[in-house]
């Protein structure tokens, strides 16, 4: 049984006020897949965006915008897919020395990468590459990675159907359409 003063703290919990949230894009599901605490903030990788937050209170400090190019927009929707579809997920949020992110996402189902520079709060794109076998076409694809002293390791498919399966690190790789390669002695 609840002690009087329980009540007051459950009332004190549940009030509106008390309770920050972060709700991202209103207007589209965002996806959300990722978090990256850097520092005092938090990085969330979704649709078309890394919203930098902060741990305090959740307010978004600041935001990466990426978007798709209208060409491959175009290209994903000629192979069939939708518009919802053919934006640039984030699926890979990582941080690349003591200066540096490494954002890759789904673009359209063209997989890319870019390395920003941050500097005092300032992200500058340094390269941009693509991200085949590094993350997925398909923002429905499920994929895993890990960033492990300066070396990417991703697990997701390798081409735009997601039939091939890959273990991925530069310049090594699983063996293409071989769902036994992990299993050899």
């Known amino acids: 049984m609840c002690q009087p003063h329980c009540q007051s703290i459950v009332r004190q919990v549940t009030r509106a006020e008390d309770v920050f949230r972060f709700t991202g894009n209103e207007t589209h599901t965002d996806y959300f897949?990722?978090?990256?605490?850097?520092?005092?903030?938090?990085?969330?990788?979704?649709?078309?965006?890394?919203?930098?937050?902060?741990?305090?209170?959740?307010t978004e400090q600041q935001r990466l915008t990426w978007y798709s190019p209208d060409m491959d927009v175009k290209m994903c929707q000629v192979k069939g897919k939708d518009e919802e579809n053919c934006q640039n997920y984030v699926r890979i949020l990582a941080k690349s020395g003591q200066n540096g992110l490494l954002v890759c996402?789904?673009?359209?189902?063209?997989?890319?990468?870019?390395?920003?520079?941050?500097?005092?709060?300032?992200?500058?794109v340094t390269n941009e590459k693509l991200a085949k076998a590094l993350c997925p076409f398909d923002p429905q694809h499920n994929s895993t990675y890990a960033y492990v002293d300066g070396e990417l390791f991703t697990g997701t498919v390798a081409d735009f159907t997601g039939m091939d399966p890959i273990i991925y690190r530069e310049p090594l790789q699983t063996e293409q359409y071989d769902s036994m390669s992990l299993n050899g002695k």
Do not use: E, Q
């Open 105 to 124: 996402g789904t673009n359209a189902f063209k997989p890319m990468c870019r390395n920003y520079d941050v500097h005092a709060g300032n992200y500058t």
């Open 33 to 58: 897949r990722l978090m990256l605490r850097d520092g005092n903030y938090l990085l969330v990788g979704g649709r078309n965006h890394v919203h930098n937050l902060s741990l305090t209170d959740l």
